[in-house]
């Protein structure tokens, strides 16, 4: 099974309307496309032995995002709640529809 454009607008009680977000798939850049759409970028990823590791593989993880973006401020300006929405939806369907093997980082 196929999870569609229509699935996720069930899922997510958004309309399927307006113009798309388009990104690369290729995890080259996705710090930088990251640091565009919400104004940071996560952290290098590292190996489980202190070293880099080429093969980890690119997102952001979870504990990052729950670091930042637990809690919107308050006294938020429009601008800061739509990052705040953006990193949410983010999260919502990359936890539900796009997990991946780890389960540990959105992508």
Known sequence: MTVNLQDVSMITALPIEGKPLCMSTDSEGCRQQTEALIGMSPPEPEAEDG?????????????????????????????????????????????TIFADGIGRSLS
Not at 64 to 72: E, G, L, Q, S, V
Not at 85 to 92: E, F, G, H, S
């Open 51 to 95: 070293g880099k590791n080429d093969r980890v593989p690119a997102g952001a993880p979870f504990t990052w995002i729950a670091a930042n973006f637990a809690h919107c401020p308050e006294d938020a300006n429009d601008e800061v709640i739509q990052t705040y929405d953006r990193v949410y939806m983010w999260y919502v369907i990359s936890r």
